[in-house]
């Protein structure tokens, strides 16, 4: 029977979380750093065991909502992605997930946990008491050649991305650059516009996550800049072991037509293969995404409330962030 024991965070834990094979940038110390300071929470990490013997780790943060603690890996909003478990070769995550119930709900006094595990599948929440939705990714293998890789994109992407070079679109990698976060942000603000929306977080949360992972080697940024040299896309793309991730991109309307976002896209797969990385991972299912070659592979996002009050308020909570998005979007003049 598999149980899960907090520790606190130091080196070793580090490195001995390193080694599993299923390790992503969702269970790193600088990635933890960034959501513990962006969402005012309390990162969580936990060795899973079988009697005497260490079979895998737990990660996740502990905020406050309504009064109540709440045990997020991750939590709706956080801008990060699958977290949950690392695992040894054989171990069940059905085993390990419901291990996790007494840890989150006795040991950790949560009255709520959610969790999105890119190892679970439908199968493994059976019977634990859990609601579930289907939150699929698009992901991309990097492993074929660069010919293959571009011979996969629909005709469309392919003519777009030799249309922007044709343009002088270029793409240049960012360092140690602090306007990039405005240029993204000031980007990112015009896409949200065009749906009369405004973005779902600040560009505090860009500064952080450029702080926290730039130094660790593991975040690529890109501009794409037109032929007079004006920059009109940019991409914010985090990487660690085996997979880039889509983190955010954004551009202005009035350049789309150089076609920047795919030529961002297409460097980046590039760039990320150059390096060893297998797959590219788009982070969420989004139609649009197929035209790059992608795969999608389900990954459910689970969650089990102490009790049905408190499930009723975290719907009630993801209803009224909707509502206020309009309502500040159009406080503040955004329009399509």
């Not at 009255?111 to 990714?137: N, Q, Y």
């Amino acid at each position: 029977m598999l149980r899960l024991h907090r520790v606190t965070p130091a080196d070793d834990i580090w490195t001995e979380r390193a080694t599993y094979d299923d390790r992503l940038i969702f269970h790193t110390e600088p990635w933890l750093r960034f959501v513990a300071e962006t969402q005012r929470a309390e990162p969580v990490l936990a060795r899973v065991t079988d009697g005497d013997t260490t079979v895998g780790h737990f990660t996740g943060l502990v905020t406050k909502r309504f009064g109540l603690r709440i045990l997020g890996s991750p939590m709706a909003g956080w801008t990060t992605s699958y977290v949950g478990f690392n695992l040894a070769p054989g171990v069940p995550r059905r085993a390990a997930l419901e291990a996790l119930m007494p840890f989150a709900f006795t040991d950790l006094g949560c009255a709520h946990l959610e969790i999105r595990d890119r190892g679970l599948v439908p199968a493994d929440l059976e019977g634990l008491g859990l609601r579930w939705a289907d939150a699929p990714t698009a992901v991309i293998s990097l492993e074929p050649s660069e010919e293959s890789l571009f011979a996969t994109m629909a005709s469309a992407c392919r003519r777009n991305i030799r249309k922007a070079e044709r343009s002088g679109v270029l793409v240049e990698e960012v360092v140690d650059d602090p306007t990039f976060a405005d240029d993204f942000y000031d980007q990112l603000r015009d896409v949200f516009a065009k749906q009369n929306l405004v973005p779902t977080y600040s560009i505090e949360r860009v500064r952080s996550l450029i702080r926290h992972m730039a130094p660790a080697g593991q975040l690529l940024l890109l501009r794409a800049r037109d032929s007079s040299g004006r920059c009109i896309a940019t991409a914010v793309l985090p990487w660690y072991h085996r997979t880039m991730y889509f983190w955010g991109g954004a551009s202005w309307r009035e350049h789309q037509h150089l076609r920047p976002n795919e030529t961002l896209i297409w460097y980046a797969l590039r760039w990320a293969r150059a390096r060893g990385v297998t797959e590219f991972d788009f982070v969420g299912g989004n139609s649009y995404k197929s035209k790059y070659g992608t795969v999608e592979v389900p990954v459910p996002w689970a969650r089990r409330s102490r009790s049905p009050l408190v499930a009723n308020l975290r719907d009630a909570a993801q209803q009224g962030f909707a509502l206020k998005q309009r309502a500040v979007a159009r406080l503040t003049g955004a329009r399509a």
